[in-house]
């Protein structure tokens, strides 16, 4: 650690805030951590019928559990990500923090995709210059062109 404040973690910027519960749906993949992370997905919610708590059961099948109505003790499971690829949008170099920035999109197995942003310090960016460039010299061969 460089004992600098890196601005891109929310702890050091902003104060922190509540965070919105997790409310799964129907289908959804939730991990209970009362049962260890146990993984379920959600086959009922609460206020459906006469339940008050989210029913959940194994991916693969078997016994069936509950969990909160509150969804307190229920995260939601991530999905694999598969690639990320370039927001069409300017870089953004930071003077203050001495670190630029781009825009990607993350996409996820299920299809999906998150917005986020790839940070990168002067090292960083140096080693990606030099690996696009190479990148291109490569593109250019193939193309027939002889760089």
Do not use: N
């Not at 993984?39 to 016994?63: E, K, N, R």
């Not at 825009?103 to 917005?115: K, P, Q, W």
């Not at 090292?123 to 010299?137: S, T």
């Amino acid at each position: 650690m460089t004992g600098r404040p890196t601005p891109h973690i929310p702890s050091q910027g902003h104060g922190l805030s509540t965070a919105t519960p997790f409310r799964p749906r129907l289908g959804d993949l939730a991990a209970d951590s009362p049962k260890g992370g146990r993984v379920g997905v959600v086959v009922a919610l609460p206020g459906q019928g006469v339940t008050t708590t989210y029913h959940l059961s194994p991916p693969g099948g078997g016994d069936h559990w509950s969990a909160p109505g509150d969804g307190s003790t229920l995260r939601p499971v991530p999905t694999t990500v598969t690639h990320a690829t370039l927001v069409t949008r300017d870089a953004v170099y930071d003077r203050r923090a001495r670190q630029g920035s781009l825009a990607i999109l993350v996409h996820h197995e299920d299809g999906g995709s998150t917005e986020s942003t790839l940070v990168l310090t002067p090292p960083d960016m140096e080693r990606l210059h030099a690996q696009a460039a190479r990148i291109l010299v490569e593109r250019e061969r193939a193309l027939g062109g002889s760089p």
